[in-house]
């Protein structure tokens, strides 16, 4: 499996949660800004994973910045759940 490294190029803050923003490294990768799950709380980053099931990502681990902020702004809500509580407790 081809580990993916990335490079922290800004931050988002949502409420108390400071989330890195990072930029995938090397020739070939998606050259937008993308959130590594690693980056997350654990509880947030299960809840984010099972809401984007079936969405397309840049690499394993990362997930477009836009698809979180996404995420946030609908309280965890979404066709496929509801993490709100998992949301509120980490923001």
Not at 9 to 34: H, S, W
Not at 52 to 80: E, K, L, N, W
Request: proline share 4%.
């Amino acid at each position: 499996m081809t580990e993916y490294k990335a490079t922290q190029i800004g931050e988002m803050v949502f409420g108390k949660l400071k989330v890195p923003v990072r930029k995938i490294d090397g020739e070939n990768q998606y050259k937008g800004q993308v959130v590594c799950e690693s980056d997350l709380p654990q509880d947030l980053a299960e809840a984010f994973s099972q809401w984007m099931t079936c969405a397309q990502i840049p690499a394993p681990g990362y997930a477009y910045v836009h698809d979180f902020v996404d995420f946030v702004r609908r309280g965890g809500r979404g066709r496929s759940g509801d993490w709100s509580k998992v949301v509120e407790r980490n923001l």
